[in-house]
């Protein structure tokens, strides 16, 4: 059964740490996206990557995020310096595009607390 | 910009009875895919069902169903012998060529099944 994973699946962390978020797509699947979920905002895109090269980062905050794909099977989201507004559940998706659209598959999110 | 829209923040129903979760979307693209997603308390999302916009037949997984309406813009998910495990918050979702590979969810509406 192929899923998505993802490490931490919880962090507590204080302002100002560093904070990287794992993700392992699916395999196969050739796109990865980084999403963060709040009460107040809903589920926002943050970046996308295709083939490991991203495609659409205007959803993350450029400061202090970077998401990155050092290998087709892990993607990364960093937060340096973390503040308490970051604090969210972030999920990983992945799919394949072939021909036609894809479908996303979700991982089971990491959820971060930043005091 | 693609839209869309959840009108009913909240739905209740009989355990063993059925409810239809209403999904209305604002396109002008005419390839696209519609999702409906289930998010439990678990907070891991979960693809539910999936709706190629080409295809006229209405997807079918199980017990859950949905009403496509192409040319009303919209997409209803029915569920039939609801049970306890239904219980969760509901997202629709659109993806469009033109929106690359960009989910727009919407607000989503929450399930309660009662015993």
């Known amino acids: 059964d192929a899923r998505v994973t993802q490490t931490p699946r919880h962090k507590v962390t204080e302002m100002g740490q560093e904070v990287t978020m794992r993700c392992q797509p699916i395999l196969g699947h050739n796109t990865v996206f980084w999403y963060r979920q709040t009460m107040m905002q809903g589920l926002e895109l943050l970046a996308y990557f295709r083939n490991r090269a991203p495609l659409d980062d205007s959803g993350m905050p450029k ?19 973390s503040e308490p507004r970051d604090s969210a559940v972030y999920f990983c998706a992945s799919g394949f595009l072939g021909r036609g659209l894809e479908t996303q ?9 930043v005091l | 910009a693609q839209t869309v829209t959840q009108s009913q923040p909240e739905m209740s129903v009989q355990e063993a009875e059925t409810v239809t979760l209403s999904c209305t979307y604002d396109t002008s693209e005419s390839d696209y895919y ?6 439990p ?29 192409k040319a009303a813009k919209s997409f209803s998910l029915k569920i039939s012998d609801s049970q306890l495990g239904d219980a969760a918050m509901y997202f629709c979702a659109y ?4 929106s690359g590979s960009r989910l727009t969810f919407g607000e989503g509406t929450q399930l309660t099944v009662n015993p």
């Open chain 1, 63 to 81: 400061d202090r995020f970077s998401a990155e794909m050092p290998d087709a099977t892990l993607a990364t989201l960093k937060i340096q310096p």
């Open chain 1, 105 to 113: 598959y979700f991982g089971p999110g990491t959820r971060l607390l």
């Open chain 2, 34 to 39: 519609l999702f409906w997603y289930k998010q």
């Open chain 2, 41 to 69: 308390p678990s907070r891991q999302m979960i693809l539910v069902i999936r709706q190629e916009a080409y295809k006229q037949q209405n997807a079918t997984e199980n017990r859950f169903s949905v009403n496509f309406q």
């Open chain 2, 95 to 98: 993806n469009g060529r033109t």
